[in-house]
């Protein structure tokens, strides 16, 4: 049998490790052929993304060797991009033209950077969405002239804005340069996603206390060279943009040849992740739709590797005519948990409504570091 795993973020190898340890534990390992292809070379610890922009991890602390990952667990890695697919064939097909047959298919592909067709948005933002894009924010920032005055638009205040707006304050620090960073929201707070306003509250003061403007309930409408125009009419003058809002569905879903069911862009899955009404392909991670009772999994590692673990097994048991285990989202958007960093090496961890502040950003480094740990 052939699974073929495409995308190797937290998702994914979560998927073929969990197939590796289950094909091991059946002795007859070499009836399973796990496959993991991925358009990068490394896997990237994104949640680590704006600790590049303050210096606190290197680029290859936080990322680690796919293909080293996937010979220790007896897998084969294809440094590829997967172009198209071929249901009826059960084939993928990938830009540079392999076509590699598969028993049973799992989408792990993640998500995209969304600007939402703002004029000149894309062009001109840096973003920490890749890490080769957290790199070139860094680059940027280590280029301007800091005799003049700096100004710094981070755009989006959700988790990773924050998180980018206090890296920033500790950049400068580190720098001993002056900039003035402003963090633009286009709803009335930071932090949104998160239902209660204990957190965002808090959020605010410990970066506003910090010098960083929150613009709330602010829109972007246009950027051109050095201005941003919002739609009240009002513009600001920046020398970095750093886009941190909104993600939208691989542009690898647009492209398929035939439809799949899909909720707002994203593979709908049924309750065993399976791609809805196909027994042979699965999604998880933040490519796959799961609602169930009208809670929907989070977009979030937690989520991923749950579902990924999760989908690893109901294959297994598909293999053996077993019945399929049901999937249960615990870090959901109804109910979001996570760590949100906030600069000068502090964090809060939000969880079921509540804020834990003391020991929060080591636990959140210790969690980094001890993930990574897989691919030393
Ligand atoms: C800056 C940033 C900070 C974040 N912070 C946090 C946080 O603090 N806590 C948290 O829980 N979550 C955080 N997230 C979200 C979290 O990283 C994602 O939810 C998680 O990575 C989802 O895992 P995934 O496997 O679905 O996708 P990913 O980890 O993104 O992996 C997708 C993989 O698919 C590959 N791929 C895509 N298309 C193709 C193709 N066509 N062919 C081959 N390969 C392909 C990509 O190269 C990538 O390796 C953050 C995200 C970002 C961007």
Redesign the pocket.
């Known amino acids: 049998m052939k699974v073929i795993v495409?995308?190797?973020?937290?998702?994914?190898v979560e998927v073929a490790s969990e197939l590796s340890k289950r094909s091991k534990l059946r002795k007859r390992s070499k009836d399973l052929d796990i496959i993991m292809?991925?358009?990068?070379m490394r896997?990237?610890y994104?949640?680590a993304?704006?600790d590049i922009l303050s210096g606190k991890v290197t680029p290859e602390e936080i990322s680690g060797d796919l293909n080293n990952f996937a010979s220790r667990i007896n897998a084969e890695f294809i440094n590829d991009?997967?172009v198209n697919i071929d249901f009826e064939a059960k084939t993928v097909k990938t830009k540079e033209e392999r076509e590699i047959p598969y028993d049973f298919l799992v989408f792990?592909?993640?998500?995209e950077q969304t600007f939402f067709g703002i004029p000149g948005a894309e062009e001109r933002s840096y973003s920490?969405?890749t890490l080769k894009g957290a790199i070139e924010t860094k680059n940027a920032l280590d280029k301007l002239d800091y005799s003049k005055k700096i100004s710094i638009a981070v755009i989006g205040a959700g988790?990773?804005g924050v998180e980018v707006a206090g890296e920033l304050i500790d950049y400068f620090k580190g720098k001993k340069a002056s900039a003035k960073i402003y963090l633009v929201e286009l709803m009335p707070r930071v932090l949104p996603a998160f239902p209660t306003e204990n957190v965002a509250n808090y959020a605010a003061k410990f970066i506003s206390d910090s010098g960083v403007e929150i613009l709330t309930d602010t829109a972007v409408q246009e950027v051109s060279e050095h201005e941003i125009t919002f739609t009240d009419g009002t513009e600001l003058h920046y020398d970095v943009i750093i886009w941190t809002a909104g993600i939208k569905p691989?542009s690898?879903l647009e492209n398929l040849e035939l439809g799949i069911p899909k909720e707002k862009g994203w593979l709908k899955v049924d309750p065993y992740l399976r791609v809805d009404g196909m027994k042979d392909v699965f999604a998880?991670?933040?490519?796959a739709y799961f609602e169930s009772g009208g809670v929907r999994s989070g977009?979030?590692?937690?989520e991923?590797e749950r579902q990924g673990k999760l989908a690893a097994k109901n294959i297994i048991r598909t293999m053996k005519g077993k019945k399929l285990n049901r999937y249960r989202a615990k870090n959901t958007i109804q109910n979001p948990r996570?760590?949100i960093s906030l600069g000068s090496n502090k964090a809060v961890m939000y969880f079921g409504g509540m804020m834990f502040k003391v020991f929060a950003y080591r636990v959140k480094k210790f969690v980094e570091r001890r993930y990574m740990r897989r691919f030393r």
């Open positions: 495409i995308g190797s973020g937290f998702g994914g292809i991925d358009r990068r896997l990237e994104q949640a993304h704006p991009t997967v792990s592909i993640g998500a920490v969405n988790l990773t691989n690898l998880v991670g933040d490519t977009q979030n590692v937690e991923a996570a760590f």
